[in-house]
């Protein structure tokens, strides 16, 4: 599913795109998957955007951390141009947030028997 991207080293990439996976993993914790459904589906990158502004303001709302403006800008270039990269970022936030959810869920139980 990783592409090879000429615009960016590896390491780059990786940055940028762990700070949006991990701030949309935080929705999917939460069981809030309509943004990533439709960053999964859409194949029109302005429709994308306007998902992610949401979502970041959601995210802001609540007090958690959002990406930088960088890291957006960041992906939006790319995107621009490669549009399947958006369907990568959500089922990666999907999976980090659903594994977020579990870890939280062993917790809980785990200080419940104690």
Known sequence: MSQT????TQKERTNYLESIINSL????????YGPLDVLASTPDPQLA????YNAIRY?????YSTPS???IDKL????SKRPE?????AIKALIRGVKMRSSNKKEAMQVQTK
């Open 5 to 8: 991207y000429p615009e960016e």
């Open 25 to 32: 993993a935080v929705l999917a914790s939460e069981k809030i």
């Open 49 to 52: 955007y306007g998902v992610l």
């Open 59 to 63: 995210l802001a709302s609540q007090s």
């Open 69 to 71: 403006e960088e890291d």
């Open 76 to 79: 939006f270039a790319i995107a």
């Open 85 to 89: 990269i958006l369907r990568e970022v």
